[in-house]
């Protein structure tokens, strides 16, 4: 892995880079239930404000410049207080970017910052076929939980999806 990658902060103006990455994934069928991408606003409010990350290319810089290569970004499962430091993870890698440690890098600054903000577990749900995910998501030492079997329909086609969490060894103890 190129140690030049740099992560920063996600902001509005990554937004055009992001939603890009975003529809790359959606067409592979295999990385999320939406067929479209949201706007801004929707996906905004649908995300925590804090542990939203772009991983850039070598010429990139702390403050966003650069290729985006991906994004990483918590929601949370639930508004009740109790679940406050459980988070769904999100995570895409550009195409040509894949297989390069871009994802890997991505996921493990998405733990760090996920402690730094109280978070205790996270969750990823992923669609069985998707190995690459999966494979992911269990170097960074997630564990499967199981598989929600039928759980929704892409097109007309039921779907499993298979339950991915990591607990904090740092918070929540």
């Known amino acids: 892995m190129p140690a030049s990658y740099v992560i920063a902060s996600m902001s509005p103006e990554h937004w055009h880079a992001v939603v890009e990455i975003y529809g ?7 990385a999320t239930f939406e067929t479209q991408p949201p706007d801004w ?17 070598e010429s990139g810089d702390a403050t966003g410049t650069g290729r985006i290569l991906g994004w990483a970004a918590l929601s949370p499962v639930s508004a009740r207080h109790v679940y406050g430091g459980v988070a769904e993870v999100s ?10 440690g871009v994802g890997r890098l991505l996921l493990e600054t998405l733990v760090h910052d996920s402690e730094a903000n109280g978070v205790w577990t996270l969750q990823a749900g992923v669609f069985p076929e998707n190995a690459a995910s999966i494979a992911l998501h269990k170097a960074c030492e997630f564990r499967e939980v199981g598989v929600r079997r039928r759980i929704g329909r892409l097109g007309e086609v039921w779907r499993d999806v298979l339950l ?7 918070v929540g103890v």
């Open 24 to 30: 790359e994934g959606i067409a592979t069928g295999n």
């Open 41 to 57: 606003n929707q996906w905004d409010s649908a995300h925590r404000k804090d542990c939203r990350l772009i991983a850039l290319d």
């Open 91 to 100: 995570l895409y890698v550009r195409s040509s970017a894949r297989g390069r």
């Open 164 to 170: 991915l969490e990591r607990r904090s060894t740092k």
